[in-house]
Every structure is written in structure tokens, then in C-alpha cells.
């Protein structure tokens, strides 16, 4: 879906890269930021226990923080894209990886795959799609078609991740995952407002919020 949607809003921002709007992309990307609040709100509202979520989230972020995981993912964009750099220049190379790091690192990715490996439930990769089918068609009416090859990252990272997250089902019980998707619903929640409103929440770092989860699941 989400391989589709790149190819697909490529192909349309080719051919209509004289008439969108500058600020088209934009309203889009926080329309969907306030169907991911929506989301997160009923997955987070379906935990078990919203008490030991909150726990959870503010215990998976305390390690995220030391760790710090979130300036980790994006420091390693930085430098794929630095490396990158020296293979080509142009805006074929440029498209490629500036849209290859775009939609492949980052929480939903991480969160979208996780939870359609573990329980089939790809809302969040579906909503991933979309943003990347817009993003995707302002990326290649300024950079042209080489953001349309970042479809096969895509279609490589999220399908590796989604696969090995699948291997995990048989050990996972029902409240492991319940759990898992109530911190993951406030996780949603936190993306929400950085894609609405620019808020700077560093979602990255509360990652770590779906293992606690699952490990307190365990406990209890």
C-alpha cells in the first residue's frame, strides 16, 4: 500500500507539477495529524489499564531520553544522507534520498510495521501511506521522478520490519499486545501534534514505551 501510494503521488506530481499549490501538501499532512489524534486517542483508550500506560510511556521515554534514541534516528538520516551525497549529484540522487529517508525512518514506520506484523491491524501504516502519497507528490514536482525509486526503500525497510515483527506473534499474548497498543495510541497522540501543529515532540524517544509495555504485561 504505502510502496503504491509513493508511486502513485510521484506519477501525479509529474504530471501536474505546474498547477499544486505551495501550501497544498501542508494542509494535508495536518488534516491527517488530526485523524492520527483520532487514532491514537481510541488506541490508547483501549488499554487494559490506562494507569500502567501512562507508566509505561513515561518509563519507555525516560530510557528513550538517555539513550537518545529520537537525535539517533534522525542523526542517522543525517548521515545516510551525507554518505549518500558522494554517490551522485543532481536531483534524480537528491529525490532518492531525500524521500527514502523521509519515509523510512521514523516512529510510524517503526509502529505501523510492529503492529501489522504482530496483529495484522495496518491502520497506521495506512495512514502512513497517504501522508506519503502527498509527500511524495509535492517531493517530485520540485525534485522529479527519483523520488518515485524511494518506493522500493520503502517497500524493503517496512516489509523487513513488518515480517520480523511477525516471528514475534507466537510468543505475544492478547494482553502483551493490548497493552502494546495502548502505549502506542499515545504515542500516536504525541505525532499528532508535531504533524498538526509543529509541536516538537520528540516521538522517537518514547519508542521504547512498546517493549516496556509488553514486558509489564508479562509481569502482571
Not at 106 to 125: A, F, K, N, Q, R
Request: aromatic share 4%.
Amino acid at each position: 500500500m504505502n510502496t503504491a501510494t509513493v508511486l502513485a503521488g510521484t506519477g501525479a506530481g509529474l504530471l501536474l507539477r505546474s498547477r499544486i499549490p505551495k501550501d497544498f501538501g501542508g494542509e494535508l499532512v495536518r488534516v491527517m495529524g488530526l485523524f492520527t489524534l483520532v487514532i491514537g486517542l481510541k488506541n490508547a483508550w483501549s488499554s487494559p489499564d490506562l494507569l500502567v500506560t501512562l507508566v509505561c510511556v513515561v518509563l519507555g521515554t525516560a530510557v528513550g531520553m538517555v539513550v537518545k534514541l529520537d537525535d539517533r534516528l534522525n542523526g542517522l538520516g543525517d548521515k545516510l544522507k551525507s554518505r549518500l551525497g558522494r554517490v551522485g549529484e543532481g536531483k534524480f540522487t537528491e529525490g532518492l534520498m531525500a524521500a527514502s529517508l523521509l519515509f523510512c525512518i521514523g516512529p510510524m514506520t517503526v509502529m505501523g510495521s510492529i503492529s501489522d506484523g504482530l496483529t495484522g491491524d495496518y491502520s497506521v501504516l495506512a495512514m502512513k501511506a497517504v501522508m506519503d502519497g502527498i509527500t511524495s507528490m509535492a517531493m517530485a514536482s520540485t525534485l522529479g521522478i527519483g523520488v518515485g525509486f524511494s518506493a522500493l526503500v520503502v517497500f524493503v525497510v517496512q516489509g523487513t520490519l513488518t515480517l520480523g515483527a511477525g516471528l514475534l506473534q507466537g510468543i505475544m499474548t492478547d494482553a502483551m499486545l493490548a497493552h502494546m497498543t495502548g502505549a502506542g495510541g499515545l504515542i500516536l497522540v504525541g505525532l499528532s501534534f508535531n504533524l498538526s501543529m509543529k509541536a516538537g515532540i520528540k516521538a522517537g524517544n518514547m519508542l521504547p514505551a512498546l517493549i516496556v509495555a509488553a514486558v509489564a504485561a508479562a509481569i502482571i
